[in-house]
């Protein structure tokens, strides 16, 4: 690295330093992750075409081929909306904290603390319900794998699945323990692997699918099989689950910020790319699938593979074909839960930062050796699992984890966003800027939000048995309103002592941070390590 190169790292560093002190915090974390690697955390974590497989099964019933081509086309509108409204957000202050650090931020102070604290805990247990989530679809994925290799002879029960999903989930967990640099580099690696899926996908298929399995264009773009009972239209609004859970938690991207170099512009940046190449590469993946499915959608939702998608490449591709490409699905959706896993563990560890979370002060703690919140990673690891159990009480049940990891991250989504523009704040702009389109396109993504919150609490059918209703609404209902409670609580509650984030250094405006009364991290950290390891750490690229 020549002189030039070298000054001008020095002063992003250092402008990014003093961006993250006039937000009150010290800088604690490596900054590893450059631009590329930024937008890799939330494109791996999109995953597209594993993400699609994994709810594949919720788009055929909710109007098969035409409602996987144009609800997608939909739904990723208004995903970009949203994108770009958080992505204001973050320019302007971007911390690890971001979703509740905004709201606090933003919201008039009667009401900040209360706010802060439900989207600290709704982003929470969102982010802890897409790991379960990515990592259970990986589950069903191998198993998937195991029953095409067999011939479709074998079928994986509950209890097989938990087990391969609970070794998915501690693997992740031991991975997200490494170095931050390392945890970086390997973000270049899931974006090229994922392109090079999704073009192999888009590309192959079409070539290899039988005349028998091939769909006419009338079929692909306009026919609308509803088997799901509900009326056609509803029916075509419960089909935006497969492009909303896939094209979501790009919050990742906000809570590396404190790991991003340049992140005032690098993390807004980062999420719109991310959500217009998915949305791009993932309608030309449902066109794909939508030609090259057949006509025959009981076939492929009750198979003995149990994977709607490794189906239809079966069905294309043979045995061998299939076990070649599927395991590189698999791989991709693994990389998914571990970039998730990641962005969950900061998520955590910024919020019990600031002393919200039970355990806080065993949460906030940085590992000496690798400089990174490995008690959080764990602590998000051993909730995903708990999660998982829902398996044991049936499908409906495990569904609600898909349905909940996207009502929990929009309710965090939409308090910040609603809060800009009407809380008592003085928010100033950051690099990423709507300027007079902000209104509107914030406007719009509040209101999406909160329609398809609503619509995602519905059963799958009309009149459910109990066991087929939608159990989201206990599970993430019972979550929140024990939050609440819990901020309630006479004397030991939040309301007594929650004052939102807490700074760990005196806040400034372009100067040189000052101490706070409340020791970091780092300052502990310092005091632990050898001046060997301090080298080591800091001069390596």
């Given at each position: 690295?020549?002189?030039?190169?070298?000054?001008?790292?020095?002063?992003?560093?250092?402008?990014?330093?003093?961006?993250?002190?006039?937000?009150?915090?010290?800088?604690?974390?490596?900054?590893?992750?450059?631009?590329?690697?930024?937008?890799?955390?939330?494109?791996?974590?999109?995953?597209?075409?594993?993400?699609?497989?994994?709810?594949?099964?919720?788009?055929?019933?909710?109007?098969?081929?035409?409602?996987?081509?144009?609800?997608?086309?939909?739904?990723?509108?208004?995903?970009?909306?949203?994108?770009?409204?958080?992505?204001?957000?973050?320019?302007?202050?971007?911390?690890?904290?971001?979703?509740?650090?905004?709201?606090?931020?933003?919201?008039?102070?009667?009401?900040?603390?209360?706010?802060?604290?439900?989207?600290?805990?709704?982003?929470?247990?969102?982010?802890?319900?897409?790991?379960?989530?990515?990592?259970?679809?990986?589950?069903?994925?191998?198993?998937?794998?195991?029953?095409?290799?067999?011939?479709?002879?074998?079928?994986?029960?509950?209890?097989?699945?938990?087990?391969?999903?609970?070794?998915?989930?501690?693997?992740?967990?031991?991975?997200?323990?490494?170095?931050?640099?390392?945890?970086?580099?390997?973000?270049?690696?899931?974006?090229?692997?994922?392109?090079?899926?999704?073009?192999?996908?888009?590309?192959?298929?079409?070539?290899?699918?039988?005349?028998?399995?091939?769909?006419?264009?009338?079929?692909?773009?306009?026919?609308?099989?509803?088997?799901?009972?509900?009326?056609?239209?509803?029916?075509?609004?419960?089909?935006?689950?497969?492009?909303?859970?896939?094209?979501?938690?790009?919050?990742?991207?906000?809570?590396?910020?404190?790991?991003?170099?340049?992140?005032?512009?690098?993390?807004?940046?980062?999420?719109?790319?991310?959500?217009?190449?998915?949305?791009?590469?993932?309608?030309?993946?449902?066109?794909?699938?939508?030609?090259?499915?057949?006509?025959?959608l009981d076939s492929i939702m009750n198979s003995p593979v149990g994977q709607p998608m490794a189906q239809i490449f079966f069905n294309s591709f043979g045995q061998k074909g299939t076990l070649a490409l599927w395991s590189i699905v698999v791989l991709v959706q693994y990389m998914m839960g571990s970039s998730m896993l990641l962005a969950a563990s900061r998520q955590t560890f910024a919020f019990s930062r600031?002393?919200?979370?039970?355990?806080?002060?065993?949460?906030?703690?940085?590992?000496?050796?690798?400089?990174?919140?490995?008690?959080?990673?764990?602590?998000?690891?051993?909730?995903?699992?708990?999660?998982?159990?829902?398996?044991?009480?049936?499908?409906?049940?495990?569904?609600?984890?898909?349905?909940?990891?996207?009502?929990?991250?929009?309710?965090?989504?939409?308090?910040?966003?609603?809060?800009?523009?009407?809380?008592?704040?003085?928010?100033?702009?950051?690099?990423?800027?709507?300027?007079?389109?902000?209104?509107?396109?914030?406007?719009?993504?509040?209101?999406?939000?909160?329609?398809?919150?609503?619509?995602?609490?519905?059963?799958?059918?009309?009149?459910?048995?109990?066991?087929?209703?939608?159990?989201?609404?206990?599970?993430?209902?019972?979550?929140?309103?024990?939050?609440?409670?819990?901020?309630?609580?006479?004397?030991?509650?939040?309301?007594?002592?929650?004052?939102?984030p807490i700074p760990t250094v005196a806040k400034t405006q372009g100067q040189a941070a000052e101490g706070s009364d409340r020791p970091s991290t780092s300052d502990s950290l310092e005091k632990e390590k050898s001046a060997a390891v301090m080298v080591s750490q800091e001069d390596a690229l």
């Amino acid at each position: 690295m020549d002189a030039e190169q070298q000054t001008r790292k020095t002063a992003i560093e250092l402008a990014d330093e003093q961006l993250l002190a006039s937000l009150g915090y010290k800088q604690e974390f490596q900054r590893a992750f450059t631009g590329l690697e930024t937008f890799g955390i939330a494109f791996s974590i999109i995953g597209l075409l594993p993400s699609i497989a994994s709810v594949l099964v919720y788009s055929i019933p909710d109007g098969g081929a035409s409602a996987m081509v144009w609800g997608w086309v939909v739904a990723s509108i208004f995903i970009l909306f949203v994108g770009m409204s958080m992505a204001e957000l973050a320019s302007a202050a971007p911390t690890s904290g971001g979703l509740y650090f905004w709201t606090h931020s933003l919201s008039s102070p009667r009401w900040r603390n209360l706010l802060a604290w439900i989207v600290g805990y709704a982003n929470t247990i969102g982010s802890v319900a897409s790991v379960a989530s990515i990592d259970w679809g990986c589950a069903v994925q191998i198993t998937a794998a195991a029953s095409i290799g067999s011939g479709q002879t074998y079928s994986a029960t509950n209890a097989q699945t938990f087990g391969v999903y609970t070794a998915v989930v501690l693997s992740h967990a031991v991975i997200c323990c490494l170095g931050t640099r390392l945890l970086a580099r390997l973000q270049t690696v899931y974006v090229v692997l994922n392109v090079l899926l999704c073009l192999a996908v888009i590309i192959a298929l079409p070539a290899a699918t039988p005349k028998e399995f091939r769909n006419s264009a009338s079929y692909a773009l306009g026919n609308f099989t509803n088997t799901s009972g509900w009326s056609n239209g509803f029916a075509f609004i419960l089909s935006f689950i497969a492009p909303l859970w896939t094209i979501c938690s790009f919050d990742c991207s906000v809570h590396i910020s404190e790991e991003a170099s340049n992140a005032a512009v690098a993390v807004p940046w980062a999420i719109v790319y991310a959500i217009g190449i998915a949305g791009v590469l993932g309608w030309a993946i449902n066109m794909s699938l939508a030609f090259c499915m057949g006509t025959d959608l009981d076939s492929i939702m009750n198979s003995p593979v149990g994977q709607p998608m490794a189906q239809i490449f079966f069905n294309s591709f043979g045995q061998k074909g299939t076990l070649a490409l599927w395991s590189i699905v698999v791989l991709v959706q693994y990389m998914m839960g571990s970039s998730m896993l990641l962005a969950a563990s900061r998520q955590t560890f910024a919020f019990s930062r600031d002393g919200a979370l039970p355990l806080s002060s065993w949460l906030y703690r940085m590992n000496s050796y690798t400089k990174t919140p490995v008690n959080t990673v764990w602590f998000v690891a051993v909730w995903s699992i708990i999660l998982g159990l829902l398996a044991f009480a049936g499908d409906s049940a495990i569904n609600a984890i898909f349905s909940m990891s996207i009502i929990a991250l929009y309710i965090a989504y939409t308090i910040p966003i609603a809060a800009r523009f009407l809380g008592t704040n003085d928010f100033t702009p950051g690099p990423f800027n709507l300027g007079r389109w902000s209104v509107p396109v914030g406007t719009m993504a509040v209101l999406w939000m909160v329609f398809m919150s609503i619509v995602f609490l519905f059963p799958v059918s009309p009149n459910p048995s109990v066991p087929d209703m939608n159990y989201c609404v206990v599970v993430l209902g019972g979550v929140m309103l024990l939050s609440v409670v819990w901020y309630y609580f006479p004397k030991y509650g939040g309301v007594h002592w929650f004052e939102g984030p807490i700074p760990t250094v005196a806040k400034t405006q372009g100067q040189a941070a000052e101490g706070s009364d409340r020791p970091s991290t780092s300052d502990s950290l310092e005091k632990e390590k050898s001046a060997a390891v301090m080298v080591s750490q800091e001069d390596a690229l």
